[in-house]
C-alpha cells in the first residue's frame, strides 16, 4: 500500500477540490485583461459553475454515493480544455485545423449533389436543404465503411480507455461517451447493445447524458451552413464529454454493480453488411432517415412556435403586453441561469431566448435564429463578441424535447427489457446534459 492509499479519502477529495479550485482562480485571474473578457467577468461565470454544480449536488439521486474523482477529474479536464483552445497558439491551431479539416471533408457531398441536381441547384448552398442533407447522407456513410473496416471500433476504444483511466467511469460508460460526437446519441449505443441490456441505471442515465451533451459529425455541415463557427462545434463537443460524465454521476450516482466496472468495454465489431458497397448503401439508408427526421422536425417544430407565437401575441393584446411570444417567456425564466454562465447583462435577454428556442425545439431552429437577418439585424449582430462565442457553445447539443423521444426509441429498441428504466431516465438525462453544455460555455468564458 502506498502513502497515498493510507490518506483517508475524504481528505483526498477536499485536497482534490482545493487543487482544482487553485488552478481555476489563478488561471482566470492570473490572466490579462482582453476586450472579449475582464477579470469580473470571469469570476462571473465561476460563481455561475459553482452555483450550478451545488443545485446539482442537491438534486442529487444518491448525494452519499458521488464519484467526487469522476467530479473533480472530469471539471479539470474541461477546464484545461478550455485553456489549450483559448490560451495557447498550439491549440488554436490544432482546433482550426481540426475544424477545416472536418468541413473539408463534409465538402465533398457537393459532388454527389451537383451530379443529381446539376451544377446550378448543386451550387445553391444557402439553402438549408441543399447544404445540409447530401452532407448527412455522405458522412453516415464514411462512418459506415469505417465502422465495417472496423477503424471506429479501435477509435473509439482507445478515447473510451483514456476517459475509463482517467474519471474512474466503467467501460461501457467511457466508449458511449467518446462515441457520441462522432456518430450521435443513438448510433453510439450500438457499440455497448451487448451490454446495454445488463447496464446499471446510472450508467444508462451517463451514456444518454452524453448524447444529450454533444451534437454528432453527420450535422456538422448543417450548423456550418447556418453561420456557426466550426471550430466552436468541435470544441463544445470535446469539452462536453468529460463534463457529461461527471454531471451525470453528480445527479444520478452509482449504486449497483456494474458488468464493465474495473475493465474497458470492447466495442461491438459486429455488423450485418457483406462488403464495403454494402456499408456504403446502409450508411446512405441511414443518412437518408436522419434528414427526413430532422426535415420533418424542423417543419413541425418552427410551425408550432410560430403558431404558439400567434396565440401569445393574441393574449397579450388583452393583457397589454406587446409582442409576447415564447421566446421571450423563456427568456425570461431562464435570465438567472443565463447570467450565471458569464454572459454579459445586456445580452443576457437575447442569449436565454435562445437557450429556451434550443431546448422546446432544437439547436437548428436555435442557431437559425441567432444567425438569422432576413427580416432585419440578426441576434449574433446584436451580441458582444464575449456573448455571441457563449451563445454558441451553449446551444452545441442535443438536449431538446425531440432528443428524449429518439433516445427513448433508439435505446429502447437495443434493450426492449430496459425500456422502462430508459423512460424514467431520459428527462433527468436530457436536463443534466444540456446543463453539461452550458457549463463548457461558461468554462470558455472563465478563460477568455
Not at 25 to 43: F, P, Q, Y
Not at 341 to 350: A, E, I, R, S, W
Not at 434 to 444: E, N
Amino acid at each position: 500500500m502506498s502513502y497515498v492509499d493510507k490518506i483517508p479519502l475524504w481528505i483526498r477529495y477536499i485536497v482534490g477540490v482545493g487543487g482544482l479550485l487553485a488552478i481555476v482562480l489563478s488561471v482566470s485571474l492570473s490572466s490579462a485583461e482582453s476586450g472579449t473578457g475582464k477579470r469580473i467577468d470571469r469570476m462571473q461565470s465561476f460563481l455561475g459553475v459553482v452555483i450550478i454544480t451545488i443545485v446539482m449536488i442537491a438534486t442529487s439521486k444518491h448525494p452519499r454515493n458521488i464519484a467526487w474523482r469522476t467530479v473533480i477529474v472530469g471539471y479539470l479536464m474541461q477546464f484545461c480544455l478550455g485553456c489549450i483552445v483559448v490560451k495557447t497558439k498550439w491549440g488554436q491551431d490544432l482546433f482550426t485545423w481540426l475544424a477545416s479539416i472536418a468541413a473539408s471533408l463534409l465538402e465533398f457531398s457537393n459532388y454527389g449533389t451537383k451530379f443529381i441536381l446539376g451544377d446550378t441547384v448543386g451550387a445553391m448552398t444557402p439553402i438549408f436543404a441543399i447544404s445540409v442533407f447530401p452532407a448527412i447522407i455522405f458522412f453516415a456513410s464514411f462512418i459506415q465503411v469505417i465502422y465495417y473496416l472496423g477503424g471506429m471500433q479501435w477509435l473509439l476504444k482507445r478515447f473510451g480507455w483514456f476517459f475509463y483511466k482517467m474519471l474512474g467511469v466503467s467501460g461501457s460508460e467511457s466508449v458511449a461517451a467518446a462515441a457520441s460526437p462522432f456518430v450521435g446519441q443513438g448510433e453510439s449505443a450500438l457499440l455497448i447493445k451487448d451490454y446495454l441490456p445488463h447496464m446499471t441505471r446510472s450508467e444508462i442515465h451517463a451514456c444518454m447524458t452524453a448524447g444529450f451533451a454533444t451534437v454528432s459529425g453527420s450535422t456538422l455541415q448543417g450548423y456550418i451552413a447556418l453561420g456557426v463557427d466550426a471550430k466552436s462545434i468541435i470544441t463544445a463537443c470535446i469539452m462536453s464529454i468529460p463534463c457529461s460524465l461527471a454531471l451525470s454521476k453528480i445527479r444520478y450516482p452509482e449504486k449497483e454493480e456494474s458488468l464493465t466496472r474495473g475493465r474497458m468495454a470492447e466495442p461491438s465489431r459486429s455488423t450485418e453488411e457483406v462488403n464495403v458497397l454494402h456499408a456504403i448503401g446502409n450508411g446512405a439508408a441511414t443518412g437518408i432517415n436522419l434528414s427526413l427526421l430532422i426535415l420533418a422536425n424542423l417543419i413541425a417544430v418552427i410551425s408550432l412556435v410560430n403558431l404558439i407565437d400567434f396565440l401569445l401575441t393574441w393574449l397579450g393584446q388583452f393583457i397589454a403586453i406587446q409582442q409576447l411570444t415564447l421566446e421571450l417567456v423563456l427568456g425570461y425564466l431562464l435570465y438567472p441561469f443565463t447570467w450565471l454562465l458569464g454572459v454579459p447583462t445586456h445580452d443576457v435577454l437575447h442569449v436565454s431566448q435562445l437557450l429556451g428556442l434550443k431546448f422546446v425545439a432544437n439547436e437548428f431552429v436555435a442557431y437559425q435564429r441567432l444567425n438569422d437577418a432576413s427580416s432585419g439585424p440578426s441576434v449574433s449582430s446584436q451580441l458582444s463578441l464575449r456573448g455571441r462565442t457563449i451563445a454558441e457553445f451553449a446551444l452545441c447539443g442535443f438536449g431538446n424535447l425531440g432528443s428524449i423521444a429518439m433516445q427513448i426509441g433508439a435505446l429502447g429498441t437495443l434493450a426492449p427489457n430496459r425500456k422502462a428504466d430508459i423512460s424514467r431516465l431520459a428527462i433527468s438525462a436530457c436536463v443534466t446534459g444540456s446543463i453539461a453544455t452550458c457549463l463548457s460555455a461558461a468554462i470558455i468564458s472563465m478563460v477568455m
